[in-house]
């Protein structure tokens, strides 16, 4: 079952606008991370959180971790053509395997 | 290297045949994963791999696939008899170890079965 589940499937907003996905988890986690993937290729990794950090920036990226909700979010500001992407939350399980399990992503598109 | 490094990027082959996908990992990361991602899909789990060793090969879908690591780098993905429903990208990424660290992808190896 997916363990990281984005929302919304699919945003579409103008150029400036600010972009916010959401993510859920269902079970206790080390760290939650966001990758970036464009045209169907390789993912980018963008930011990790750790279970006890709240919030982190990087640059026009934002992101927040509520682990009494299983949710983080990820916020672009002042959104550009060039953020076009699908953006994805992963997380490694606790216990038993290690792998990384990513949810099914959110679809950005950013309009000039 | 500089980064993963997959090859075939493109790869087009009949039903039935057998391919080998192979994934060149950053130099001195120990874990390694392969993935897979049919088209407008999330990313599916197959295996990763510590070292040369498989802790969890779960994700494989059938008997049909395997996977091996040499030397604790290269990694080959093995499909055989392909079926179309094999045709996806398949992503192979590393970490310095495994799940504790941000994992590095390569640009994936584009599968059609026709």
């Known amino acids: 079952s997916q363990q990281g589940e984005e929302d919304p499937q699919a945003l579409s907003i103008q150029e400036g606008e600010n972009a916010t996905m959401n993510c859920s988890y269902k079970t206790s986690i080390n760290n939650l991370q966001w990758y970036r993937q464009n045209s169907g290729r390789g993912l980018v990794h963008l930011i990790l959180i750790r279970s006890n950090e709240r919030e982190k920036h990087s640059g026009r990226l934002r992101v927040t971790l509520d682990t009494s909700k299983k949710s983080s979010s990820l916020l672009i500001t002042a959104s550009r053509a060039a953020d076009t992407a699908s953006y994805f939350c992963a997380t490694p399980p606790q216990g038993g395997s290690e792998k990384l399990v990513f949810g099914k992503g959110t679809k950005l598109t950013v309009n000039p | 290297g500089a980064g993963v490094s997959q090859s075939p990027s493109n790869k087009v082959t009949e039903k039935g045949k057998d391919v080998e996908l192979r994934c060149d990992p950053i130099?001195?990361?120990?874990?390694l994963y392969w993935y897979r991602q049919s088209l407008g899909q999330g990313l599916e789990f197959l295996i990763y791999f510590q070292g040369n060793s498989a802790p969890d090969k779960s994700g494989l879908p059938s008997d049909r696939f395997s996977a091996e690591r040499t030397g604790g780098s290269v990694s080959t993905l093995t499909i055989q008899r392909t079926q179309q429903e094999d045709s996806a990208v398949y992503l192979c990424?590393?970490?310095?170890?495994?799940?504790?660290?941000?994992?590095?992808f390569g640009e994936g190896s584009w599968l059609t079965v026709v």
């Open positions: 990424a590393s970490s310095l170890d495994v799940g504790r660290n941000t994992i590095y």
């Open positions: 130099s001195g990361h120990t874990a």
